[in-house]
């Protein structure tokens, strides 16, 4: 079964930058979609930057321009790129990975906080 864990969350003040991790193992990358996403609580949560099976990238409005989504499946590992960071980006961050955009499989989150 597909598992994954984040790592590289941490506390920044703004306009500062940070690379989340996600590591994940008992699926063949190529062959899922993978993403990000994030919580506040009391709030839902939203997709981030998520990456196709054929390597077509596509972010939320919020954070074009700023985050970067990667992946090497050599390392088997899911990247998140933040530069430029805003209070409005303090979340929960989780990723996520599916045979189809409905993501099965889901992260732990790791914690993001940004200081103004």
């Known amino acids: 079964e597909a598992q994954l864990a984040e790592s590289g969350g941490g506390s920044v003040q703004t306009g500062g930058s940070l690379k989340l991790s996600c590591s994940f193992t008992g699926y063949t990358a190529s062959s899922f979609f993978m993403g990000w996403f994030r919580q506040v609580p009391g709030k839902s949560r939203d997709l981030v930057a998520r990456?196709?099976?054929?390597?077509?990238?596509d972010y939320a409005d919020s954070v074009k321009g700023r985050f970067t989504i990667s992946k090497d499946n050599a390392k088997g590992t899911l990247y998140l790129q933040m530069n430029n960071l805003k209070p409005e980006d303090s979340a929960d961050y989780y990723c996520?990975?599916?045979?189809?955009?409905?993501?099965?499989?889901w992260g732990q989150g790791t914690q993001v906080t940004v200081s103004s």
């Open positions: 996520a990975a599916g045979t189809t955009r409905a993501y099965d499989y």
């Open positions: 990456l196709d099976k054929d390597g077509t990238a």
